[in-house]
Nanobody
Framework: QVQLVESGGGFVQAGGSLRLSCAASGGCFSMYAVGWFRQGPGREREFVAGVKWSGSGAVYSDSVKGRFTISRDNAAATAYLQLNSLKPEDTAVYYC??????????????WGQGTQVSVSS
């Protein structure tokens, strides 16, 4: 059983940056791929980025490609999502998940509670 806790969300103006963290405990974090998802107001949850257990093979949704960067530090049992050039449409609750990543498809087995990102125009 892996517990995940996100942090780093907040309010930022368009064009700004944030760095989200996802701290894992209670299991073997390094065995799992990590994914980030988000759910904006009135929207369904969508995949944002994912990375394999080794830190390689990162994949991104088209809406964030070139602006967001996913990374992980297995020694610290923590994953990160660097958000740059933020837009108002990036406003959402961001969730991290631990699971599997294959063929560009991520399946989450464990989920965090989310952290709010709000971008003003």
């Amino acid at each position: 059983q892996v517990q995940l806790v996100e942090s780093g969300g907040g309010f930022v103006q368009a064009g700004g940056s944030l760095r989200l963290s996802c701290a894992a405990s209670g299991g073997c974090f390094s065995m799992y791929a990590v994914g980030w998802f988000r759910q904006g107001p009135g929207r369904e949850r969508e995949f944002v980025a994912g990375v394999k257990w080794s830190g390689s093979g990162a994949v991104y949704s088209d809406s964030v490609k070139g602006r967001f960067t996913i990374s992980r530090d297995n020694a610290a049992a923590t994953a990160y999502l660097q958000l740059n050039s933020l837009k108002p449409e990036d406003t959402a609750v961001y969730y991290c998940a631990a699971g599997s990543l294959s063929g560009g498809e991520f399946r989450g087995d464990y989920w965090g509670q989310g952290t709010q990102v709000s971008v003003s125009s």
